[in-house]
Nanobody, 116 residues
Framework: QVQLVESGGGLVQPGGSLRLSCVASGNIFSINYMGWYRQAPGKERELVAG???????NYADSVKGRFTISRGNAKNTVYLQMNSLKPEDTAVYYCNAEGVNGMHYWGKGTLLTVSS
């Protein structure tokens, strides 16, 4: 089992920046991939960015050039640096971890609101 706890959400003005953090605990050695998803009101959950254990990253087209995902030195932490935020980035952001056995684990989410 893997437990994920997100932090860093809040209210930010358009054009601002924010960093989300996610700390994994439990069987972290089984984690192959970590990512951030988001779900806006009335919309489906979507992948924002992901990073493999080897450091390869992928991003949704809507956030390329603005968001950066990275893993901490201890490998059980993943960050999402978000710059040039837009109102359409408003959503609940969820941390996700995928184990080598294909199991997916989710955090409870952290709310980001981009508004003036």
């Amino acid at each position: 089992q893997v437990q994920l706890v997100e932090s860093g959400g809040g209210l930010v003005q358009p054009g601002g920046s924010l960093r989300l953090s996610c700390v994994a605990s439990g069987n972290i050695f089984s984690i192959n991939y970590m990512g951030w998803y988001r779900q806006a009101p009335g919309k489906e959950r979507e992948l924002v960015a992901g990073v493999t254990s080897g450091g390869s990253t992928n991003y949704a087209d809507s956030v390329k050039g603005r968001f950066t995902i990275s893993r901490g030195n201890a490998k059980n932490t993943v960050y999402l640096q978000m710059n040039s935020l837009k109102p359409e980035d408003t959503a609940v952001y969820y941390c996700n971890a995928e184990g080598v056995n294909g199991m997916h684990y989710w955090g409870k989410g952290t709310l980001l609101t981009v508004s003036s």
